[in-house]
């Protein structure tokens, strides 16, 4: 059966699965998709941007509002300054350390956020957290530096920062 022929409630199942730019291009192929899928587009484009924008306009809000403790922590004592450190979203990154996050928070592992940032390759994320005085010398429970981690994973751009 041609893709044209399936009825409606398969292409909307079908269109779930698809992104933004499959989307419009299945929107374009006839009129019957135009009308149909128009507001899946809309919400795979929203959906879309609020994976990369809507956590930081949220965050803004938040702490705008006065509606969240920068320091708060899970049940493994991690901060969210160090969830933003480890996922490498510099924007989030530089909210908390504006709003006060302490940046040598340290976690059930004896990790902070710039041991984190350097575990994962992150030396834009480092670069900030030294700017705003990361403790550079804060080893783990295993008596790693930074420095360490950073040389054994073998991130080249973050050793670089760090000396």
């Not at 994320?125 to 550079?136: G, K, P, S, T």
Request: glycine residues 6%.
């Amino acid at each position: 059966m041609p893709f044209l022929a399936l009825p409606n409630e398969i292409v909307l199942q079908i269109s779930k699965f698809q992104s933004p730019p499959d989307l419009n291009s299945l929107l374009k192929t006839s009129r019957r998709f135009a009308a149909l899928l128009k507001p899946e587009l809309i919400d795979a484009a929203c959906c879309a941007a609020y994976s990369n924008y809507g956590k930081r306009a949220i965050l803004e809000l938040l702490l705008k509002n006065r509606r969240v403790m920068v320091d708060s922590c899970d049940l493994n004592r991690r901060t969210a300054l160090g969830v933003a450190a480890e996922s490498g979203n510099e924007k989030i990154v530089e909210l908390l350390l504006d709003a006060g996050a302490d940046v040598d928070w340290v976690d059930e592992c004896g990790l902070t956020p710039l041991l984190v940032a350097s575990g994962e390759g992150h030396d834009r994320i480092v670069q900030l957290l030294l700017y705003n005085d990361a403790n550079i010398n804060w080893a783990d429970h295993g008596g790693r530096t930074s420095l360490h981690i950073a040389a054994a994973y073998g991130h080249e751009g973050v050793v670089k920062v760090l000396l």
